[in-house]
């Protein structure tokens, strides 16, 4: 199953709409029943916080999803209050005195979710790499079979051959920039378009000259960059 891409790997429209409209027009709708009904709007307020663990899982690592919160959980308590206040109705529901402080009480909460599902996909893809290389399969070597009219020759036991070197392998072991292979950078951890890109943006500069240069390929978090760049050389 090809797993969920990470926020940084959508068009900058996509991840507007998911970073912040997303969480606006919810924000909205609950604050519209904070004047309406109170069960309602309680029962939004709790999928609108516990749903921040989804927005985290956007994101590999609980610092990056902690990040994602702050910004979901202050939009989300401030159109809560935006939308009431155009509403007009008395609110059914307590609001803290003053009724700022709720953006304080989502933010917050919001972190800590965002946090729990950023710690949640790290797991899984650390889990996912671990089970891949488990599984890796080995190709069995073919024996050659003997001409017509020649003698069979009698098999000997085979030592186990040494495992084979990456064939785009730098000095230090690592997956070069500038002749990895799309199989190498998936083997890293790289999605599909993550690996995909890092070739492409690779032909328009016609080879990489420092590792650095990786940070102009969108689609990497600064924590899978960080992570990238250990395994990576020129």
């Known amino acids: 199953m090809r797993p969920l891409p990470l926020l940084s790997e959508h068009p900058r429209s996509v991840q507007f709409v998911l970073a912040f409209a997303v969480p606006a027009l919810y924000g909205a709708v609950t604050g519209y029943f904070l004047g309406v009904s109170e069960p309602t709007y309680l029962v939004l307020s ?4 516990v749903g921040a663990i989804g927005a985290g899982f956007d994101h590999l690592g609980a610092r990056a999803g902690a990040r994602r919160g702050v ?3 202050s939009v989300f308590g401030a159109f809560i209050l935006i939308a009431h206040e155009i509403h007009g109705a008395d609110a059914t529901a307590h609001l803290p005195e003053p009724a700022i ?3 304080l009480i989502t933010t917050v909460l919001a972190i800590a ?6 710690w949640l996909r790290q797991r899984a893809h650390s ?4 089970a891949a290389e488990a599984h890796a399969p080995v190709e069995p070597v073919a024996e050659p079979e003997p001409a017509a009219g020649e003698p069979a020759v009698p098999k000997e036991p085979l030592a186990a051959a040494p495992p084979p070197e990456p064939v785009a392998a730098g000095a230090d072991g690592g ?3 500038n002749s990895g292979s799309f199989d190498e950078y998936r083997a890293l951890g790289m999605s599909v378009t993550q690996a995909t890109r890092v070739i492409a943006y690779r032909g328009r500069l016609d080879g990489y000259s420092s590792l650095d240069e990786l940070e102009r390929v969108p689609g990497f978090s600064r924590e899978f960059l960080a992570e990238m760049k250990q395994q990576l050389t020129l």
């Open 175 to 177: 997956v070069s920039l």
């Open 127 to 130: 889990n996912e790499r671990a």
């Open 101 to 103: 402080v709720l953006v």
């Open 71 to 73: 910004i979901a959980g």
């Open 46 to 49: 709790l999928i609108g916080i």
């Open 113 to 118: 979710f965002a946090a729990l599902g950023g």
